[in-house]
């Protein structure tokens, strides 16, 4: 799998949005950027993952740009809820065994301030 | 509800007493894995399995056990416990690549500390 780079931590105003930046430079044609987060603790969740596109869903957007080599994941309307170690993590969806192994790294600890 | 739980929650152990976390989940998944998460290291894998009576080992099998005897459950055996298994786990299920979403969902973890 890819390697990432994400910025250790980054804070942000309540209602603000929060974009979190991912560098994934060496990423290839058929792997997909996915994004999880961690609330203190409790167990990862997924947030959104895509290939090219951008995506949007309930919780976030993802920004992917052209050449693929980042992406960014976007909080509308960050909440005090948010506060969490945010995963960027790039990876080909295989046929299962190993390749269905989610490689976290040390992610971005974003704060949301009231 | 879709959920992933695990049990017991908190357990502190002594070092060689057998014990066994529990893993089951409802949404019918495939793919069930173990993970444990040190300071530092991140979440690194333990054990995975496909289907039942099907599993295989990740990054970290070194003093664990698996079983996949039903499809809901995934237990995580530790025969003889030692004080560098002291972590926080996570069980994880999915639906198998080419079935849809390849979302994982995770446990709430098991923090274990083994004196």
């Known amino acids: 799998d890819a390697k990432t780079t994400q910025p250790p931590s980054m804070d942000c105003a309540e209602g603000r949005a929060a974009n979190l930046p991912c560098n994934h430079s060496?990423?290839?044609?058929?792997?997909?950027v996915y994004w999880y987060r961690q609330i203190h603790s409790q167990g990862p969740q997924y947030i959104i993952h895509g290939l090219k596109n951008n995506e949007t869903n309930e919780m976030a957007s993802l920004i992917i740009t052209e050449d693929r080599k980042s992406s960014t994941l976007i909080l509308p309307h960050a909440t005090l809820r948010d506060t969490a170690v945010y995963y960027c993590?790039?990876?080909?969806?295989?046929?299962?065994?190993?390749?269905?192994?989610?490689?976290f790294g040390e992610g971005t600890q974003l704060t949301v301030n009231p | 509800e879709a959920q992933v739980t695990q049990n017991p929650r908190y357990l502190i152990t002594v070092t060689g007493k057998k014990l066994t976390v529990t893993c089951s989940q409802n949404?019918?998944?495939?793919?069930m894995s173990w993970y444990r998460q040190d300071p530092g290291l991140g979440l690194r894998q333990i054990y995975y399995s496909m289907n039942v009576e099907v599993t295989d080992k990740g990054d970290v099998p070194e003093g664990y056990k698996v079983s996949r005897k039903e499809k809901r459950n995934f237990p995580l055996i530790l025969e003889s416990p030692s004080p560098n298994q002291t972590s926080l786990y996570f069980c994880?299920?999915?639906?198998?690549?080419?079935?849809?979403?390849?979302?994982?969902?995770f446990g709430p973890g098991t923090r274990l500390t083994v004196t």
């Open positions: 060496t990423i290839s044609g058929n792997e997909y």
């Open positions: 993590i790039v990876r080909v969806s295989l046929t299962g065994g190993s390749g269905s192994r989610l490689t």
């Open positions: 949404m019918n998944h495939e793919y």
């Open positions: 994880a299920s999915s639906l198998m690549p080419g079935q849809g979403s390849y979302e994982q969902y």
